[in-house]
Nanobody
Framework: QVQLVESGGGLVQPGESLRLSCAASGGIFSIMAMAWYRQAPEKQRELVAGIVSGGSTNYADSVKGRFTISRDNAKNTVYLQMNSLKPEDTAVYYC?????????WGQGTQVTVSS
């Protein structure tokens, strides 16, 4: 069973940066495709960024050029570097992977962008 634990959320002002981390355990991290999703109040959960085992990445149009997803297989950790944050980036951010036949989610970390 895979466990995902996010950290790094917080309250920041517009234009500032945050880095989220997601530590994985219970599986072979190096073969996992990992993703970050977010869910704002009264909105559907949406894909923010994804990274496959080989390192290729994809991003939602709304975060391209501002967010960077990366992974450290030695630390079993995936990161989301968020720069130039906007109020509309406010949401709970979730780490996700599909492993075997199951989908796994972290508990989420709150990111609030407000002046």
């Amino acid at each position: 069973q895979v466990q995902l634990v996010e950290s790094g959320g917080g309250l920041v002002q517009p234009g500032e940066s945050l880095r989220l981390s997601c530590a994985a355990s219970g599986g072979i991290f190096s073969i996992m495709a990992m993703a970050w999703y977010r869910q704002a109040p009264e909105k559907q959960r949406e894909l923010v960024a994804g990274i496959v085992s080989g390192g290729s990445t994809n991003y939602a149009d709304s975060v391209k050029g501002r967010f960077t997803i990366s992974r450290d297989n030695a630390k079993n950790t995936v990161y989301l570097q968020m720069n130039s944050l906007k109020p509309e980036d406010t949401a709970v951010y979730y780490c996700h992977t599909n492993y075997g036949v199951y989908a796994y989610w972290g508990q989420g970390t709150q990111v609030t962008v407000s002046s």
